[in-house]
């Protein structure tokens, strides 16, 4: 069990540090508290996270989003808003969750088609504006 | 979130994305509950719309109604695009699910507004 939950600690560094080293403007949810190994809360600014999600489905990785349009509500998670999350990253949120299947190769999958998505979708969005 | 075919099609391979400088119409137009904020500019030539293009910051739905009003708009007069409602966005994508109708609504917006200022000039 020890084991286990260190092993995925390491991946869920691996994933943190990566998505922060490659990508500008993301925010881990949390990231200085105590939690949990397995579940990443990252959001990126000025995109939305069932866009991204969808993006990434259509590249094999499975993962989900607790934002806006995901769910049958239209608001954003009422505890990212309790958290302070800023504005331009409230409808950007993906939750990962590793699990005991997940591998150091799965990790590095994520880090190499992630930035390429997440430029897209910023891509695709009105600069702000005039 | 089930999409259409036609959504997904959309969103993978969206039309006319991008902004049309110095626009003969254009709008930026948002949904404040879900975030999706849709631009919309037009070139316009004899009350002609000849190009329309589009950026979404938005869900899958919201991206593929920018890109499918794009292909409904070109080719067609000022006054047949007024006429233009979410009805026919909706049908243009194959059916969208009751939770993902607003992104047809901020399409029919984004021409509304464009095509009020228009108007207006």
């Known amino acids: 069990m020890r084991q286990e939950w260190e092993r995925q600690q390491q991946l869920q560094q691996r994933l943190e540090h990566g998505i922060q080293e490659h990508i500008p403007e993301v925010r881990l949810q949390g990231a200085a508290a105590p939690r949990l190994p397995n579940t990443t809360n990252v959001a990126f600014a000025g995109v939305e996270g069932e866009a991204l999600m969808m993006s990434l489905d259509l590249h094999g990785v499975a993962l989900s989003t607790g934002s806006a349009c995901s769910s049958g509500s239209l608001e954003p998670s009422h505890v990212l808003c309790a958290m302070g999350v800023p504005a331009a990253y409230l409808h950007g949120a993906l939750r990962c969750s590793l699990g005991r299947v997940t591998t150091l190769a799965d990790i590095d999958y994520v880090l190499e088609i992630l930035p390429g998505i997440v430029q897209q979708a910023r891509a695709l969005a009105p600069s702000l504006m005039s | ?121």
């Open chain 2, 1 to 121: 979130v089930q999409y259409s075919d036609i959504v997904q099609e959309h969103f993978e391979h969206p039309r006319n994305v991008g902004v049309i400088a110095s626009a003969d119409a254009e709008a930026v137009v948002s949904n404040p509950a879900c975030g999706d904020v849709m631009q919309l500019s037009l070139r316009i030539a004899n009350d002609r719309i000849t190009d329309a293009k589009f950026k979404t910051m938005g869900c899958p739905a919201a991206i593929a109604a920018g890109s499918v009003l794009t292909e409904l708009l070109i080719g067609h007069s000022v006054e047949e695009a007024l006429k233009l409602t979410r009805v026919e966005v909706n049908t243009a994508l194959g059916g969208l699910s009751p939770q993902k109708v607003h992104t047809s609504v901020l399409a029919e917006d984004a021409v509304r507004a464009a095509l009020k200022k228009y108007r207006q000039r």
